[in-house]
Antibody
Framework: EVQLVESGGGLAPPGGSLRLSCAGS????????MVWIRQAPGKGLEWVSG???????YYEDSVKGRFVISRDNSINTVYLDMNSLRGEDTAVYYC????????????WGQGALVTVSS | EIVLTQSPGTLSLSPGDRATLSCRAS???????LAWYQHKPGQPPRLLLY???SRSAGIPDRFSGSGSGTDFTLTISRLEPEDFAVYYC??????????FGQGTKVDIK
């Protein structure tokens, strides 16, 4: 059974930092693109960042230069390091696994709430 | 950059009705790379369709998808009570690499 479990959400001040982790199980982790997607309060889904099994990374423009995605395939975990946080980064952050070859997201974690506030 | 525009913003229907949701892209999307999701409060989104019309595992056949180029449609043939939710289209391959539409809420009339 595929499982994705996020951790590391919480409260951070504007300008602060947080690290999200997502542990995967039930599949060959290195074979899959992993992504982070967020939903701000009252808003829709927004793709944030993605990483291929070999480490190639992608970012949405509003987080480029502030967020860093990485993965450790030896422990089946993907990370999102969030720096220079802003109020508009407040959201539930989901990690998700791509369905191979389709560009869609077949499995999702339960989500981690990130609140940026002083 | 690509923009996905979903319409209508809200669809008010009754159980048993047919729902037709639209997703229009500002650039052409390959049919292999257009997906639809269902999202309910407090839950992660659920993949319904990928590759425009292929149902994900466990998705009932009342959900169907069609379209090509810049115009795509999600159809729910007969709404069940559990189908009232927000629906998103999503593309892969243009810039940015992944992008969602803004969503269509299907609520009970």
């Amino acid at each position: 059974e595929v499982q994705l479990v996020e951790s590391g959400g919480g409260l951070a001040p504007p300008g602060g930092s947080l690290r999200l982790s997502c542990a995967g199980s039930g599949f060959t982790f290195i074979d899959y693109v992993m992504v982070w997607i967020r939903q701000a309060p009252g808003k829709g889904l927004e793709w944030v960042s993605g990483i291929r099994g070999g480490g190639t990374t992608y970012y949405e423009d509003s987080v480029k230069g502030r967020f860093v995605i990485s993965r450790d395939n030896s422990i089946n975990t993907v990370y999102l390091d969030m720096n220079s946080l802003r109020g508009e980064d407040t959201a539930v952050y989901y990690c998700a696994r791509e369905r191979r070859g389709s560009g869609s997201f077949e499995f999702w974690g339960q989500g981690a709430l990130v609140t940026v506030s002083s | 950059e690509i923009v996905l525009t979903q319409s209508p913003g809200t669809l008010s229907l009754s159980p048993g009705d047919r729902a037709t949701l639209s997703c229009r892209a500002s650039q052409s999307v390959h049919i292999n790379y257009l997906a639809w999701y269902q999202h309910k409060p407090g839950q992660p989104p659920r993949l319904l369709l990928y590759g425009t019309s292929s149902r994900s595992a466990g998705i009932p056949d009342r959900f169907s998808g069609s379209g090509s180029g810049t115009d795509f449609t999600l159809t729910i043939s007969r709404l069940e009570p559990e189908d009232f939710a927000v629906y998103y289209c999503q593309q892969y391959g243009n810039s940015p690499l992944w992008r969602f539409g803004q969503g269509t809420k299907v609520d009970i009339k």
